[in-house]
């Protein structure tokens, strides 16, 4: 029986998990996604087509892949509709492929007309949202008064419900931000019209995903990274969900004994979107330059994302915390220019007014100078370019299984099979 995986990005997002998630999925049976909202962005070149997933499990892709949306997702049900018309339109037909727990959280109109007056009010102080409602709904969900999909399934309780919840946003909209309110009729016509487009696919996935895992070959997705975990992460700068090992089992259901592999998706540099402290940042020519040469700008935002040397004590925390197996380095092509690339091994303690962080420690190593892109043999790479991967390993004491060398899903480098460990 093939293992089941759980993916998770090690620092704040955008490791390309997305990548590594359709390269498993070529021989996996189903991938379920458990966290987050679509304030998340996979993207995918496949035959020189670009895909960007912000809620559908990467595994979409594949014919013979099964993609659960799982129950710690909260859903904009707008998002999910022109996600689906998207691969509809492009011959990705999602029949018996498709998947969504009816215990899923609504992101409702108000929900994303108080996230953006919130960071509004918090003006220099914001966290950096990306202002689509997912913390308002999380809030919500934590206090009992959000409304899931299978409320859609009753229209007399869905109404009674909504209209609480609206009239509750509707006054701190008016009454503490002082924005407009929010027309419940009009949402409520919406999205009973809009159910109708998507209620083939909702199911109660927990049993389903735990008989997924009974056969095997399952990958389970989170979104953005370890770091934006809401207990572990950079409070407050961080998302509003258990991005890691936890919120793959409240957002799933699965029983842990059936999860066999971790494998956490590291940048061959770091980055971070938005505000919040990152100890390796590069605010000068060669940060701009790892920016430009990465293609630095987020999926989901349009956001030009920070950039950094590798933060290994970051690393060496996700792997800690998530359990994990073994390591995903992407995006080692884009150091292939660099005369010396370098490694925060360790720091003080970090200040979050100014962000400033004490003792920093770096290690350096030579560049290779040389093209890695669309190199599938380990022992292809340039002398340094394995050096840098090795020592990395040496550092966390963990195993590099796969190394990305380009965007395209055959630029890759899998040293073990980690479907059949």
């Known amino acids: 029986m093939k293992n089941n995986i759980f993916l998770i990005g090690t620092h704040w997002g955008d490791e390309g998990k997305g990548k590594v998630v359709d390269v498993l999925s070529a021989e996996a049976n189903a991938c379920i996604r458990f966290q987050g909202g679509h304030n998340a962005g996979h993207t995918l070149v496949i035959n020189d087509k670009k895909f960007i997933l912000h809620l559908i499990p990467s595994g979409i892709l594949r014919d013979n892949v099964k993609s659960v949306i799982g129950n710690g997702v909260v859903v904009s049900v707008d998002a999910l509709i022109a996600e689906i018309e998207e691969l509809q339109t492009n011959g990705i037909f999602l029949d018996n492929k498709l998947f969504i727990s009816q215990n899923c959280h609504l992101i409702l109109p108000t929900h994303i007309a108080i996230d953006q007056a919130r960071e509004r009010k918090l003006g220099k102080k914001s966290i950096g949202t990306t202002g689509r409602g997912i913390g308002p709904c999380y809030e919500d969900k934590t206090s009992r008064k959000g409304i899931r999909i299978l409320d859609l399934k009753n229209e007399t309780i869905f109404l009674k419900k909504l209209e609480d919840l609206m009239e509750y946003h509707n006054f ?119 920016g430009k040469i990465g293609g630095e700008i987020g999926a989901t935002t349009g956001r030009t994302r920070r950039c950094g040397w590798l933060d290994a004590k970051v690393l060496k925390k996700s792997i800690r915390l998530n359990n994990l197996s073994g390591i995903a380095l992407t995006k080692i092509d884009v150091l292939d220019n660099f005369n010396e690339i370098s490694i925060c091994v360790d720091y003080g303690e970090i200040d979050y007014e100014s962000f400033s962080v004490e003792d920093l420690e770096f ?53 073990i099979n980690i479907l059949d460990v």
């Open 172 to 290: 701190i909209l008016k009454n503490y931000f002082h924005e407009d309110v929010i027309d419940i009729k009009i949402v409520a016509d919406d999205l009973l019209t809009k159910f109708k487009l998507i209620s083939q696919y909702i199911i109660d996935t927990d049993e389903f995903i735990n008989d997924l895992c009974m056969k095997g070959g399952v990958v389970f997705e989170g979104a953005q990274g370890t770091m934006l975990d809401i207990d572990h992460g950079t409070f407050p700068y961080v998302t509003s969900s258990n991005t890691t090992l936890s919120g793959l089992v409240s957002g799933t259901g699965v029983n842990m004994s059936l999860v066999n592999y971790g494998l956490g998706i590291t940048k061959a540099y770091s980055t971070r979107v938005g505000h919040g402290p990152f100890p390796s940042e590069l605010s000068n020519d060669i940060g701009d330059r790892i």
């Open 363 to 415: 290690i350096e190593l030579p560049g290779w100078k040389t093209s890695t892109v669309g190199i599938t043999n380990y022992n292809d790479l340039p002398k340094n370019a394995k050096l840098y991967i090795e020592t990395i390993e040496g550092l966390i004491n963990t195993p590099i299984d796969i190394i990305s060398t380009g965007p395209a899903r055959d630029e890759i480098i899998q040293k």
